[in-house]
């Protein structure tokens, strides 16, 4: 028992504590037995190992999902998203310690908590498209809200923020460097919360950035995005053109779509579109195609089919926001806490 303190840690460092559905589970039982427990005044959320929170879902696994050898993309998507809408609706004061890589699933299990806390070694974003996906686990409900057009480069290209960026693009709440965190863990295990927390967080390199960004990223075309960055002076633009040049063409049209969708939904809202948009994405053969060019074969080398922009049309865009045609099943909260999650009160 730590005193006040619920404590989970993800618990799978060779894998940068990537999720697995038992890791998803786990975390929801232990959610689910102190809700009502006097006793716990707040959890915290850590990872095991110095390389970071959370990597995301586990690739490899969604790879082999796909191909029937692991459990569906559907099943684990469907109580995943259940754990981040209880992660942002919990009633008690739940701190997450983002630190060094927290990307994907790193961020739904994270940035949706009440008390997010960043160091210096943070590095938070959202990398989906890169494989062929859409970002999802809430992350688009964060990133719409994101001054200016930061959350629409973050969600097209996957850009990953240090501390000082990822709390001005609102993905993070304070800045605490590592040896500090000790002594935070102490105050929540006494059942507290400095009203202090933190200090400045160094600054970040989008400020000098967001001419650009919020100039080339407005809108609602890619295409026109693509000839904005390849028009100004900038390198940093440039080097945004080419590395969207070399992404799935539908992951970016759909990627756009629902971030701009996402700017009026509700997190509950944007995991349900997340979901569909998510499902659609299975069927697709872009997703096993990044999954195999960027994890599995490493070549670096997807071949996207539809292969260009152009040949992406709206309709082919809308179809991936349709209702689904079938319900989502309900989540296995009570399971038995694996060794992947540590769980301690």
Not at 111 to 121: F, L
Request: net charge negative.
């Amino acid at each position: 028992m730590e005193n006040y303190l619920g404590h989970i840690t993800l618990n799978r460092p060779r894998q940068i504590n990537a999720l697995t559905l038992e890791m998803v589970h786990a975390v929801q039982a232990a959610l689910a037995s102190w809700v009502d427990d006097p006793s716990i005044a707040a959890v915290l959320i850590d990872g095991a190992g110095d390389r970071g929170l959370c990597a995301g879902g586990d690739i490899r696994v969604l790879y082999e999902g796909l191909a029937g050898l692991a459990p569906a993309p559907a099943q684990f998507w469907t109580d995943e998203y259940r754990m981040n809408s209880t992660l942002a609706h919990y009633p008690k004061p739940i701190v997450a310690y983002m630190t060094g890589i927290t990307l994907g699933g790193g961020v739904g299990i994270s940035g949706h908590c009440s008390v997010r806390i960043v160091t210096e070694s943070s590095q938070v974003g959202m990398p989906e498209t890169a494989i062929g996906l859409c970002p999802d686990v809430g992350g688009l409900y964060l990133l719409a809200r994101s001054p200016g057009e930061l959350g629409t480069h973050a969600a097209l290209t996957g850009a990953r923020f240090g501390p000082g960026d990822a709390i001005e693009a609102g993905l993070a709440d304070h800045y605490v460097p590592a040896a500090g965190l000790a002594q935070l863990t102490e105050h929540l295990r006494a059942g507290t919360i400095p009203a202090d927390l933190g200090e400045q967080a160094p600054p970040g390199k989008l400020a000098a950035e967001r001419p650009w960004i919020d100039e080339c990223y407005a809108g609602d075309d890619i295409e026109a995005i693509l000839t904005a960055l390849r028009a100004r002076p900038e390198p940093t633009a440039g080097e945004a053109a080419q590395l969207l040049a070399g992404m799935s063409p539908t992951a970016l049209k759909v990627t756009l779509r629902a971030i701009r969708l996402a700017a009026k939904l509700s997190l509950d809202e944007v995991l349900d579109q997340d979901f569909r948009v998510g499902n659609r994405f299975l069927r697709h053969p872009d997703l096993r195609e990044g999954i195999r060019a960027r994890i599995i074969d490493k070549d670096k080398l997807p071949r996207w089919n539809p292969a260009t922009l152009e040949e992406v049309t709206d309709a082919d865009v809308t179809a991936f926001f349709e209702p689904l045609v079938f319900e989502r099943t309900s989540d296995a909260a009570g399971n038995q806490c694996p060794p992947s999650v540590t769980t301690r009160s």
